[in-house]
T-cell receptor, first 116, second 111 residues
């Protein structure tokens, strides 16, 4: 069975601190895709990154970086030098075949508050 | 240019009344999904559709029904709303590299 665990329910950091959001997943499939979405206070869900199971390269996009480790079934997200605009709920998600109808499995989300 | 829209955005209804939420897409996609979002649970799949008149249940389908008479519309119905169905409802379609394209959500309050 597929499962995504985000053990951190809420995190508070002071602006400019670095913060890492943890994501651990379970799947029996060898091919799968992992995602991170951001949900700001306005409520919409914003795509951040997609990673497939055959690509373990870490990714950096500005202040955001992602560490994918198949050995520990983790796909962690780090925000460097956090800003108030980073305050949001962040969801990690898993899907075996996202474009062919397979459902997504979401973690319970991590609520990040960045204090100015 | 949103490829997917939900209506209404907000709704307050009384316990026991029927409620229908609408999801409309302009992407001509075969698959459409309804999720509900609740604190401590993330997003959970209610029902999904894989074509006109083809639907199936997700993990939290009790108390919900769906219909898809046209490719572009996927309706979610609460036959008799209960307070436990107070939630934020998201519709989604496959979005290629971004995984899902989500609607803006419907905040439903059952009083």
């Amino acid at each position: 069975a597929q499962k995504v665990t985000q053990a951190q329910t809420e995190i508070s950091v002071v602006e400019k601190e670095d913060v890492t959001l943890d994501c651990v997943y379970e799947t029996r499939d060898t091919t799968y895709y992992l995602f991170w979405y951001k949900q700001p206070p306005s409520g919409e869900l914003v795509f951040l990154i997609r990673r497939n199971s055959f690509d373990e390269q870490n990714e950096i996009s500005g202040r955001y970086s992602w560490n994918f480790q198949k050995s520990t079934s983790s796909f962690n997200f780090t925000i460097t030098a956090s800003q108030v605009v980073d305050s949001a709920v962040y969801f990690c998600a898993l899907s075996e075949a996202p474009n062919t109808g397979n459902q997504f499995y979401f973690g319970t989300g991590t609520s990040l508050t960045v204090i100015p | 240019d949103a490829g997917i829209t939900q209506s209404p955005r907000h709704k307050v209804t009384e316990t026991g009344t029927p409620v229908t939420l609408r999801c409309h897409q302009t992407e001509n996609h075969r698959y459409m999904y309804w999720y509900r979002q609740d604190p401590g649970h993330g997003l959970r799949l209610i029902h999904y559709s894989y074509g006109v008149k083809d639907t199936d249940k997700g993990e939290v389908s009790d108390g919900y029904s769906v219909s898809r008479s046209k490719t572009e519309d996927f309706l979610l119905t609460l036959e008799s709303a209960t307070s436990s169905q107070t939630s934020v409802y998201f519709c989604a379609i496959p979005g290629g590299a971004v995984g899902y394209t989500f609607g803006s959500g419907t905040r439903l309050t059952v009083v």
